[in-house]
T-cell receptor
Framework: EDKVVQSPLSLVVHEGDTVTLNCSYEVTNFRSLLWYKQEKKAPTFLFMLTSSGIEKKSGRLSSILDKKELFSILNITATQTGDSAVYLCVILSGSARQLTFGSGTQLTVLP | KAGVTQTPRYLIKTRGQQVTLSCSPISGHRSVSWYQQTPGQGLQFLFEYFSETQRNKGNFPGRFSGRQFSNSRSEMNVSTLELGDSALYLC???????????????FGAGSRLTVL
């Protein structure tokens, strides 16, 4: 059975801190890994990673995938209160139509 | 470009009733998938439709059903509602990233169902 494990489950930091969120997986026929940010409403797309070792960056957020060790990290530098959200890791596998979601990491950034 | 539109945004039902939720995908997206999100179970996949056909299905009972129309709009129906069906129901439309072959999902705002 495919499995996606995110850690930590929750995290509380202060503005300006740097955080690293982890996602490890065990899936058959991995295709890609996606990160989403979910505030009160729908998840919004952050990154899609398909190749090992290539860092994706968007402002203060960056992510990288290690397909040998089967994990990805999402880094957020200089955190702001607006970064408070649940960060979801999603694995696409098989025919790229099989989706496995992690439980999410609840990030709270205090002023 | 309009995003994924879900209606209604909020609804309250009682046990035993049935409910129909609607999802309009991003223009040009032909795949629509549905998810249930609860605090205890996280985000769980319900089913996926493509060109009016159910292409993939999660582990939910037969009370949960869906369909897709020729304009790619999709509906999800839950019959004989139970208290445990209270959740946020998310719809996502997707396109295929040609370089990786992977589907990238764009979610709607969700329909929050409360069953009393």
């Amino acid at each position: 059975e495919d499995k996606v494990v995110q850690s930590p489950l929750s995290l509380v930091v202060h503005e300006g801190d740097t955080v690293t969120l982890n996602c490890s997986y065990e899936v058959t026929n991995f295709r890609s890994l996606l990160w989403y940010k979910q505030e009160k409403k729908a998840p919004t797309f952050l990154f899609m990673l398909t190749s090992s070792g290539i860092e994706k960056k968007s402002g203060r957020l960056s992510s990288i995938l290690d397909k040998k060790e089967l994990f990805s990290i999402l880094n957020i530098t200089a955190t702001q209160t607006g970064d408070s959200a649940v960060y979801l890791c999603v694995i696409l596998s098989g025919s790229a139509r099989q989706l496995t979601f992690g439980s999410g990491t609840q990030l709270t950034v205090l002023p | 470009k309009a995003g994924v539109t879900q209606t209604p945004r909020y609804l309250i039902k009682t046990r035993g009733q049935q409910v129909t939720l609607s999802c309009s995908p991003i223009s040009g997206h032909r795949s629509v998938s549905w998810y249930q999100q609860t605090p205890g179970q996280g985000l769980q996949f319900l089913f996926e439709y493509f060109s009016e056909t159910q292409r993939n299905k999660g582990n939910f009972p037969g009370r949960f059903s869906g369909r897709q129309f020729s304009n790619s709009r999709s509906e999800m129906n839950v019959s004989t509602l139970e208290l445990g069906d209270s959740a946020l129901y998310l719809c996502a439309s997707s396109y295929r990233d040609l370089s990786s072959g992977a589907n990238v999902l764009t979610f709607g705002a969700g329909s929050r169902l409360t069953v009393l």
